[in-house]
């Protein structure tokens, strides 16, 4: 391909955003062509001697019509999942046709989505408000993540969905240091590494394999749920999940589920109880006799309030009579 499939315009919002993270830098003054060599985006090719896109730039600043020419399976999907009545509150994809579809573009307006609604804490630095904090860079790590390690050659592409409690990010792939390496750390093998170079040049993303780690450190001095990570197969995928959820709310929830199967317990060995008196009653009384409250209290060995009690479920059942009245009263089986 040639240097044309790149746009234009998320090239500059790059290159701006490096210098604004590394001010004066030494490729500050390279026109757009030599910059785009000296960050990986630009290759010379041997055969030609001219300057060609490689994939990572490709994805990075190219058009997504362009990118399917090399990545047919490519796809960028986010959804905003607010309203259970509504199939979802927001959608940005890389086929619309409204935006340029790559990477970097993609990356960030999905941020400034997911970031949104986060509450940030008051905090100066000399007169300046600081408006990041630890969760924000944890969410950029693990966007980061999700597209540097994506395998775009397999189908479903990246999914990443805002719930009202969680954000889920979902990419094709599995996990090259495997799981159990990637939530120890201190190895990186990300498969895209040109695509991470790009993203540690302004600022996201870590090389040193503690990216995930991190994340999970922050989840847990936020007293939040643990992130899952999960594994899928045929085709591969790798999924991350980070819920907003306390665990102490989950522990209180756990603690009312526990006392209500306790209640329903208790509930159930009382009717069971009850029961068995009734037909302890039924089975005594003789027909054509009538007893004192006291008589039947002697059979099951109860206090005189309980056997009123079960008399009285016995009339309402239509299974004994009521003679008399307070004192005189008398029970009779039907």
Known sequence: MQM?????ETVHAYRNRHMAYRREHVWEQLGDADYLERIGAAKLCRTDGLLHPTVAG????????KILYEYP?????FRELLDPEIRWTDRLQSSSGDWSGNLFDFFFRVYGKLVKDIKVPFKLEGVVRVDDTHVHKAIREALANCIVNTD?????????????????LENPGSIRTGKKQMLKGGISDPRNKALMKMFNMIGIGERAGSGVPDIYSVWESQGWVEPQVIEEYSPDRTILKLSFVSTESIKASQKSDRKKVTEKSDRKKVTEKTQMQKEIIL????????????EVADWLGIGRTRTRNLLKLLVDDNKVTETGMT???RYQIR
């Open 58 to 65: 490709l994805l990075m600043f190219g058009d997504e019509y």
């Open 327 to 329: 004192k005189m009263k």
């Open 4 to 8: 044309d499939v790149l746009n234009t």
């Open 152 to 168: 775009f050659y397999l189908p479903r592409g990246i999914v990443i969905k805002k719930e009202p409690d969680s954000i889920v």
């Open 73 to 77: 399976e490519y796809f960028l999907d």
């Open 283 to 294: 089975s005594k009384m003789q027909p054509n006799m009538k007893y004192k409250v006291e």
